[in-house]
């Protein structure tokens, strides 16, 4: 027989769900089992099921419950034991043992090294979890008591989980998970602190300090202290650029020697373009021949309206750049931080991240036109906004924590919601079809006309970057992996890997580019076979890539703000 209490009270037999009475008989039980295979003395059980003041009644009744549950779970699984009763449990037959035992394996695993089975381990036990634990047992004087260190071990088992994963480079998945549970528990000092890290080892140095400093104000606020020793130090470190702060190399990947061999020296001394800057790479060529200097801490590129776009996240602008005379025409301001820019016939669309608003820029007017504050009133509410794409007729915009937004911009206002189950990592406009990438490593279709899922791809690795192109779907994972996926049938069919951080991708009909930012350069990738056919390089750390007309656009950040 199988007890479950990390959440409702649950006992199951042979797949069956045992009745197990009414509130202080399913009280007795989850006291019993929350001390499975010890003695509880009746004394005991009838202060924590009655409180201090029991009724004359409460022995009698303690005694027929027992007798109740025995008719229930069998004669043999509640004994008489002086000075009290047990329940006895068989091993890993209660969730709370399994879950303490996953949990203490994945903790031994993760000081001896082993990330990966740390991992998997403490992903298992948290699986366990079916909701808030004995809820349904509502003011039983022990219940709430229980609730609250069940619910503490959770969540340190999920600090754990999320420690594993940091050690696995997975910081771009994380980011949204750790910015939900910070909202939650906005006073745990852990979970904030992996949230900054998570985002400095992302390029996102000036979030992560903001989100100490918000810490830092409510601290005090709620409760008239500072942050603690190890918060403080890691502030520090991030501001100081310690190179400890780096994420740990992924095993198992290397980069195509007879390219890397070639490139590498060049692109690890020279800095041919400065940071906060856009590099301008002439293909004939394979070298950056110019470069236009933007705002700070480029993001995301796009073209169209005969200009080049480019999104500035810590000033929170958009660039306009002349792509001929290669110098900025005019800066837009958003008034938040510009994470990812998409171009429309009439409109350039941008998603403003944690700020959760989209912003439409008429390219004719250079200014913005219409901020749509996604964070509205109704009973969903989408926070932040990761990344947009736009056709004529509706902008498509990946929304935390789940969902996918189809936005009409004759009306700038929500047209479909579509939860796509996970966090959305990146969105990009097929020929026939949008696609999705989320952190539970899949690759989503969306049919326009129905606004439904219809294929689900899986992704070995969490994904980091989305592109379509006329013949493939093109996607970049944490590995360090460039993925080919055969839009029509929904299947990959070729994986490249190149190592490194690839972020930014487009493709044309000739090549695949990407945007290392390990490295500062940029991958070309031929498209029929999967060979990586050029590393360009163009120092410091690119972010994104866009092509157009022989020339291919990088935006270059700061190796510091990485």
């Given at each position: 027989?199988?007890?479950?209490?990390?959440?409702?009270?649950?006992?199951?037999q042979?797949?069956?769900l045992v009745?197990?009475?009414g509130?202080?008989q399913?009280?007795?039980l989850?006291?019993?089992?929350?001390h499975?295979?010890?003695?509880?003395?009746?004394?005991?059980l009838?202060?924590?099921?009655?409180?201090d003041?029991?009724?004359?009644?409460?022995r009698t009744?303690?005694?027929v419950?027992?007798?109740?549950?025995r008719?229930?779970l069998?004669?043999?699984?509640?004994e008489?034991?002086?000075p009290?009763?047990?329940v006895?449990?068989?091993?890993?037959a209660?969730?709370l043992?399994?879950f303490?035992r996953?949990?203490?394996?994945?903790?031994?695993?993760?000081a001896?090294?082993?990330?990966?089975?740390s991992a998997?381990?403490?992903?298992?036990?948290?699986?366990?979890?079916?909701?808030?634990?004995?809820?349904?047992?509502?003011a039983?004087p022990?219940?709430?008591?229980e609730?609250?260190?069940?619910?503490?071990?959770?969540?340190?088992?999920?600090e754990e989980?999320?420690?594993?994963d940091?050690?696995l480079?997975r910081?771009?998945?994380?980011?949204?998970?750790?910015?939900?549970?910070?909202?939650e528990?906005?006073?745990?000092?852990?979970?904030?602190?992996?949230?900054?890290?998570?985002l400095?080892?992302?390029?996102r140095q000036?979030?992560?300090?903001e989100?100490?400093?918000?810490?830092?104000?409510l601290?005090?606020?709620?409760?008239?202290l500072q942050?603690?020793d190890?918060?403080?130090?890691l502030?520090r470190a991030i501001?100081?650029?310690d190179?400890s702060?780096?994420?740990?190399?992924v095993?198992?990947?290397?980069?195509?020697p007879?390219?890397?061999q070639?490139?590498r020296?060049?692109?690890r001394t020279?800095a041919p373009?400065?940071?906060?800057?856009?590099?301008v790479i002439d293909l004939q060529?394979?070298?950056?021949?110019?470069?236009?200097l933007?705002g700070?801490?480029?993001?995301?590129?796009?073209?169209?309206?005969?200009?080049?776009?480019v999104?500035?996240?810590?000033?929170?602008?958009v660039?306009?750049i002349h792509?001929?005379?290669?110098?900025?025409i005019?800066?837009?301001?958003i008034?938040?931080?510009?994470?990812?820019?998409?171009?429309?016939?009439?409109?350039?669309?941008v998603?403003?991240?944690?700020?959760?608003?989209v912003?439409r820029?008429?390219?004719g007017?250079?200014?913005?036109v219409?901020?749509i504050?996604?964070?509205?009133?109704s009973?969903l509410v989408?926070?932040p906004?990761?990344?947009?794409?736009?056709?004529?007729?509706?902008v498509?915009?990946?929304?935390g924590p789940?969902h996918?937004?189809?936005?009409?911009?004759?009306?700038?206002?929500?047209?479909?919601?579509?939860?796509?189950g996970?966090?959305?990592?990146?969105?990009?406009?097929?020929?026939?079809?949008?696609?999705v990438?989320?952190?539970a490593?899949?690759?989503?279709?969306?049919?326009?006309?129905t606004?439904?899922?219809?294929?689900?791809?899986?992704i070995?690795?969490?994904?980091?970057?989305?592109?379509?192109?006329?013949?493939a779907?093109w996607v970049?994972?944490e590995?360090?992996?460039?993925?080919?996926i055969?839009?029509d049938?929904?299947?990959?069919?070729?994986?490249?890997?190149?190592?490194?951080?690839?972020?930014g991708?487009?493709a044309?009909?000739?090549?695949?580019?990407a945007?290392?930012n390990?490295?500062?350069t940029?991958?070309?990738i031929d498209?029929?076979d999967?060979?990586?056919v050029?590393?360009i390089?163009?120092?410091?750390?690119?972010t994104?890539?866009?092509?157009?007309?022989?020339t291919v656009?990088?935006s270059i950040?700061?190796?510091s703000?990485?």
């Amino acid at each position: 027989m199988e007890f479950r209490i990390l959440g409702p009270l649950e006992a199951e037999q042979e797949g069956r769900l045992v009745p197990l009475g009414g509130r202080k008989q399913r009280a007795l039980l989850a006291l019993l089992l929350l001390h499975a295979n010890a003695v509880v003395p009746r004394d005991r059980l009838i202060d924590e099921i009655w409180g201090d003041e029991p009724p004359e009644t409460a022995r009698t009744a303690l005694q027929v419950y027992v007798s109740q549950l025995r008719k229930a779970l069998g004669g043999e699984r509640i004994e008489t034991r002086a000075p009290g009763y047990r329940v006895r449990t068989e091993p890993d037959a209660l969730d709370l043992e399994r879950f303490e035992r996953l949990v203490a394996e994945g903790r031994d695993a993760l000081a001896g090294g082993d990330a990966e089975r740390s991992a998997d381990a403490l992903r298992e036990a948290l699986a366990l979890w079916r909701g808030t634990p004995l809820a349904e047992l509502g003011a039983v004087p022990f219940a709430q008591r229980e609730c609250l260190r069940l619910e503490e071990l959770g969540l340190a088992a999920l600090e754990e989980r999320v420690e594993a994963d940091l050690e696995l480079g997975r910081h771009a998945r994380l980011v949204p998970e750790l910015e939900g549970l910070v909202r939650e528990h906005p006073l745990r000092e852990r979970l904030r602190g992996q949230l900054m890290l998570a985002l400095y080892r992302c390029g996102r140095q000036a979030d992560g300090l903001e989100v100490y400093r918000s810490g830092r104000r409510l601290l005090d606020e709620e409760l008239g202290l500072q942050p603690s020793d190890e918060l403080q130090r890691l502030e520090r470190a991030i501001l100081n650029h310690d190179p400890s702060l780096e994420s740990p190399p992924v095993p198992g990947v290397r980069r195509p020697p007879s390219v890397a061999q070639r490139r590498r020296a060049s692109s690890r001394t020279e800095a041919p373009v400065p940071p906060d800057s856009v590099a301008v790479i002439d293909l004939q060529r394979s070298r950056v021949v110019g470069h236009v200097l933007v705002g700070r801490r480029p993001v995301a590129l796009a073209i169209g309206h005969g200009s080049v776009w480019v999104a500035n996240a810590d000033d929170g602008t958009v660039s306009r750049i002349h792509p001929d005379r290669r110098e900025v025409i005019r800066t837009i301001g958003i008034g938040a931080p510009a994470i990812d820019l998409a171009v429309a016939t009439d409109a350039v669309w941008v998603a403003n991240g944690s700020d959760g608003t989209v912003s439409r820029i008429d390219p004719g007017a250079d200014a913005v036109v219409e901020t749509i504050n996604l964070r509205g009133s109704s009973e969903l509410v989408w926070n932040p906004t990761y990344a947009v794409d736009a056709a004529d007729d509706s902008v498509w915009i990946a929304a935390g924590p789940h969902h996918v937004l189809r936005i009409d911009p004759t009306t700038n206002e929500p047209s479909a919601i579509i939860d796509v189950g996970q966090a959305p990592v990146g969105v990009a406009l097929g020929q026939e079809a949008l696609w999705v990438v989320t952190t539970a490593e899949r690759a989503l279709r969306i049919e326009p006309h129905t606004n439904t899922a219809t294929t689900e791809v899986p992704i070995g690795w969490p994904p980091v970057a989305l592109t379509a192109g006329k013949q493939a779907v093109w996607v970049s994972d944490e590995r360090g992996q460039v993925w080919r996926i055969n839009p029509d049938t929904g299947t990959v069919t070729q994986t490249t890997p190149v190592g490194g951080a690839l972020m930014g991708l487009c493709a044309t009909d000739e090549a695949v580019f990407a945007a290392n930012n390990a490295d500062g350069t940029v991958v070309q990738i031929d498209p029929r076979d999967g060979r990586v056919v050029d590393l360009i390089p163009v120092g410091h750390a690119p972010t994104d890539v866009a092509s157009w007309d022989g020339t291919v656009w990088v935006s270059i950040q700061s190796e510091s703000a990485m």
